[in-house]
Protein backbone atom coordinates (compact mmCIF):
# COMPACT_ATOMS: atom_id res chain seq x y z
CA UNK A 1 0.00 0.00 0.00
CA UNK A 2 0.79 3.84 -0.13
CA UNK A 3 2.82 4.82 2.73
CA UNK A 4 3.85 8.85 3.54
CA UNK A 5 6.39 9.84 5.78
CA UNK A 6 6.18 13.45 6.79
CA UNK A 7 9.19 15.34 8.08
CA UNK A 8 11.03 18.66 8.92
CA UNK A 9 9.24 19.52 12.04
CA UNK A 10 10.05 21.11 15.31
CA UNK A 11 10.30 24.98 17.44
CA UNK A 12 10.59 28.04 15.52
CA UNK A 13 10.96 31.38 16.98
CA UNK A 14 7.67 33.57 15.54
CA UNK A 15 8.80 34.92 11.73
CA UNK A 16 11.19 32.11 11.17
CA UNK A 17 11.03 29.70 8.38
CA UNK A 18 10.62 25.10 8.06
CA UNK A 19 10.53 22.99 5.07
CA UNK A 20 8.19 20.30 5.54
CA UNK A 21 8.91 16.96 3.71
CA UNK A 22 6.50 14.01 2.32
CA UNK A 23 8.58 11.74 1.29
CA UNK A 24 6.46 8.67 -0.49
CA UNK A 25 7.01 4.85 -1.60
CA UNK A 26 4.89 2.26 -3.46
CA UNK A 27 3.40 4.69 -5.97
CA UNK A 28 5.00 7.81 -7.87
CA UNK A 29 3.68 11.30 -6.67
CA UNK A 30 3.36 12.31 -10.68
CA UNK A 31 0.67 10.29 -11.02
CA UNK A 32 -1.25 11.52 -8.01
CA UNK A 33 -2.01 15.04 -5.84
CA UNK A 34 -0.42 15.28 -2.85
CA UNK A 35 -2.28 17.59 -0.04
CA UNK A 36 -0.98 19.30 3.32
CA UNK A 37 -3.31 19.28 6.50
CA UNK A 38 -2.57 20.80 9.38
CA UNK A 39 -4.28 20.00 13.29
CA UNK A 40 -3.78 21.95 16.29
CA UNK A 41 -4.61 20.43 19.56
CA UNK A 42 -8.67 20.26 19.55
CA UNK A 43 -9.85 21.81 16.28
CA UNK A 44 -10.55 19.76 13.08
CA UNK A 45 -7.78 19.11 10.87
CA UNK A 46 -7.48 21.87 7.87
CA UNK A 47 -6.72 21.74 4.80
CA UNK A 48 -3.82 23.67 3.62
CA UNK A 49 -2.31 23.09 -0.35
CA UNK A 50 -2.32 20.70 -2.81
CA UNK A 51 -0.43 20.08 -5.69
CA UNK A 52 -2.14 18.26 -8.68
CA UNK A 53 -0.68 15.83 -11.10
CA UNK A 54 -3.27 16.66 -13.46
CA UNK A 55 -2.23 20.11 -14.08
CA UNK A 56 0.73 20.61 -11.55
CA UNK A 57 -1.38 23.70 -10.13
CA UNK A 58 -0.36 24.63 -6.60
CA UNK A 59 -3.23 25.49 -4.50
CA UNK A 60 -3.65 27.32 -0.74
CA UNK A 61 -6.01 28.11 1.99
CA UNK A 62 -6.64 31.96 2.02
CA UNK A 63 -4.92 31.71 5.80
CA UNK A 64 -1.13 30.27 4.35
CA UNK A 65 -1.37 32.38 0.73
CA UNK A 66 2.19 34.35 0.57
CA UNK A 67 3.51 32.85 3.49
CA UNK A 68 2.98 28.98 2.36
CA UNK A 69 4.41 26.93 -0.70
CA UNK A 70 4.28 23.44 -2.16
CA UNK A 71 7.07 22.06 -4.48
CA UNK A 72 8.05 18.69 -5.48
CA UNK A 73 10.92 16.89 -6.67
CA UNK A 74 9.82 13.80 -8.76
CA UNK A 75 13.57 12.23 -8.73
CA UNK A 76 13.10 11.78 -4.72
CA UNK A 77 10.06 11.22 -4.96
CA UNK A 78 9.14 13.84 -2.27
CA UNK A 79 6.69 16.84 -2.01
CA UNK A 80 7.72 20.19 -0.06
CA UNK A 81 6.08 22.78 1.77
CA UNK A 82 8.24 25.62 2.86
CA UNK A 83 6.66 27.51 5.59
CA UNK A 84 7.71 31.37 5.67
CA UNK A 85 6.77 34.35 8.49
CA UNK A 86 5.57 31.56 10.87
CA UNK A 87 3.16 32.89 13.06
CA UNK A 88 1.72 30.96 16.43
CA UNK A 89 -1.65 30.24 15.09
CA UNK A 90 0.59 27.77 12.79
CA UNK A 91 1.14 25.49 15.83
CA UNK A 92 -0.31 22.04 14.78
CA UNK A 93 0.60 18.72 13.31
CA UNK A 94 0.93 18.79 9.87
CA UNK A 95 -0.18 15.97 7.73
CA UNK A 96 0.84 14.79 3.49
CA UNK A 97 -2.02 12.76 2.04
CA UNK A 98 -2.38 11.53 -1.20
CA UNK A 99 -5.28 11.14 -3.95
CA UNK A 100 -4.68 8.98 -6.56
CA UNK A 101 -8.03 9.90 -8.24
CA UNK A 102 -6.73 13.23 -9.09
CA UNK A 103 -7.70 16.69 -8.72
CA UNK A 104 -7.21 18.52 -5.87
CA UNK A 105 -9.44 18.54 -2.73
CA UNK A 106 -9.96 20.60 0.23
CA UNK A 107 -11.74 17.59 1.98
CA UNK A 108 -9.76 15.15 4.25
CA UNK A 109 -12.54 12.39 2.88
CA UNK A 110 -11.02 12.66 -0.57
CA UNK A 111 -7.76 11.52 0.41
CA UNK A 112 -7.28 7.20 1.40
CA UNK A 113 -3.92 7.55 2.28
CA UNK A 114 -1.97 9.67 5.18
CA UNK A 115 0.85 10.13 7.15
CA UNK A 116 1.39 10.03 10.28
CA UNK A 117 2.57 13.68 10.61
CA UNK A 118 5.30 15.98 11.81
CA UNK A 119 4.82 18.68 14.34
CA UNK A 120 5.53 22.23 14.02
CA UNK A 121 5.45 24.44 17.15
CA UNK A 122 5.96 28.27 17.12
CA UNK A 123 7.24 30.47 19.73
CA UNK A 124 6.65 33.97 20.64
Known amino acids: EVQLVESGGGLVQAGGSLRLSCAAS????????IGWFRQAPGKEREWVSC????????YYADSVKGRFTISSDSAKNTVYLQINSLKSEDTAVYYC?????????????????WGRGTQVTVSS
Open 51 to 58: ISATDGGT
Open 97 to 113: ASDPLGGCSRRTSEYPY
Open 26 to 33: RFTFDDNV
